[in-house]
């Protein structure tokens, strides 16, 4: 029998009040001031700051297994950040990546 794992995505728009704000300086002491908004908040999500800006968002499986952050993709606007049990694809059928579905739009 197959075993399925839970995967996650979150996007994180930037140049917004809540990735531009106070949530990114977590720790600045000893920081490269020359880091973009971007670099910030991915630094950032890399430190767990996940949970605090988003709360609502749950990092926990149903059968209590923790989503880990496997992967950051930068695009022009947005962050994305790959969750997931196991380090695995996300099927692109089921991404909410812009980028995925915007090339059927014309279909439609």
């Known amino acids: 029998m197959e075993?399925?794992?839970?995967?996650?995505?979150?996007l994180l728009v930037t140049g917004t009040t809540l990735t531009s704000g106070e949530l990114c300086k977590k720790d600045e002491a000893g920081q490269d001031g020359h880091q973009?908004?971007?670099?910030k908040l991915q630094e950032a999500c890399w430190n767990g700051l996940?949970?605090?800006?988003?709360?609502?968002?749950?990092?926990?499986t149903a059968n209590g297994g923790i989503l880990c952050i496997w992967e950051i993709k930068e695009a022009g606007?947005?962050?994305?950040l790959d969750l997931g049990e196991i380090p695995a694809a996300i099927d692109k059928h089921f991404s909410i990546t812009?980028?995925?579905?915007?090339?059927?739009?014309?279909?439609?």
């Open 50 to 60: 996940v949970r605090t800006m988003l709360p609502e968002i749950s990092l926990q």
């Open 3 to 10: 075993k399925y794992y839970t995967q996650q995505e979150i």
């Open 36 to 39: 973009t908004e971007k670099e």
């Open 98 to 108: 812009p980028h995925n579905f915007l090339c059927m739009q014309s279909y439609n």
């Open 77 to 80: 606007s947005f962050l994305e």
